[in-house]
């Protein structure tokens, strides 16, 4: 079985920064892609970067130039800076990995969610 648990939300004022991580453990082989996603409430769960295991992150336009992805393959964990955080940001932020569980077994996962909140 395999689990990701994300930490760092929080509340933070417009303009404020914070880092998201989530680590993955359980039995894994590799990871391919891991990434990032968020619902606000009243919204559909939208994406908000994304990176495979070799190879470019790919961003949310509304979130290009002020959030960073990235990864430490030999923890499995992935991260996510957000910089200049905007009241639009707010949200719960969840995790997610495409993982090879076994040598057949791959599997989709995802995070319990994390709480982001940007005041004005």
């Known amino acids: 079985q395999v689990q990701l648990v994300e930490s760092g939300g929080g509340l933070v004022q417009a303009g404020g920064s914070l880092r998201l991580s989530c680590a993955a453990s359980?039995?894994?082989?590799?990871?391919?892609?891991m990434g990032w996603y968020r619902q606000a409430p009243g919204k559909q769960r939208e994406l908000v970067a994304r990176?495979?295991?070799?190879?470019?992150?790919n961003y949310a336009d509304s979130v290009k130039g002020r959030f960073t992805i990235s990864r430490d393959n030999a923890k499995n964990t992935v991260y996510l800076q957000m910089n200049s955080l905007k009241p639009e940001d707010t949200a719960v932020y969840y995790c997610?990995?495409?993982?090879?569980?076994?040598?057949?077994?791959?599997?989709?996962?995802w995070g319990q969610g994390t709480l982001v909140t940007v005041s004005s």
């Open positions: 990176i495979p295991s070799g190879g470019s992150a």
């Open positions: 997610n990995g495409d993982v090879r569980a076994s040598t057949y077994t791959f599997l989709e996962v």
């Open positions: 359980g039995t894994i082989v590799s990871i391919r892609a």
